[in-house]
Nanobody
Framework: QVQLVESGGGLVQPGGSLRLSCVASGSILYIYNMGWYRQAPGKQRELVATISSGGGANYADSVKGRFTISRDNAKNTVYLQMNSLKSDDTAVYYC???????????WGQGTQVTVSS
């Protein structure tokens, strides 16, 4: 069994910062891409950022220049540093990882991020 556990969400004022973490555990041989997705109320889940095992990153246009994704392969952990947060960033953020097989996706339980004054 493989588990992804997110942490770091919370309430922050507009313009503030948060850092999300996601740790993968269990029967892990290899982690391919890792990433973050988010889902706001009444909206579909959308891609925020992904990072390959080699460190190559991709971002949604809406977060470019504000969010940074990184990973620590030794710790099976992916991070999302979120700066200059806006109310539109309010959502449940989900960690995703392709583990052991490139076709096998795992999801975390989600962590709430609320940007409000």
């Amino acid at each position: 069994q493989v588990q992804l556990v997110e942490s770091g969400g919370g309430l922050v004022q507009p313009g503030g910062s948060l850092r999300l973490s996601c740790v993968a555990s269990g029967s892990i041989l290899y982690i391919y891409n890792m990433g973050w997705y988010r889902q706001a109320p009444g909206k579909q889940r959308e891609l925020v950022a992904t990072i390959s095992s080699g460190g190559g990153a991709n971002y949604a246009d809406s977060v470019k220049g504000r969010f940074t994704i990184s990973r620590d392969n030794a710790k099976n952990t992916v991070y999302l540093q979120m700066n200059s947060l806006k109310s539109d960033d309010t959502a449940v953020y989900y960690c995703n990882a392709k583990i052991n097989r490139i076709t096998t996706n795992y999801w975390g339980q989600g962590t709430q991020v609320t940007v409000s004054s």
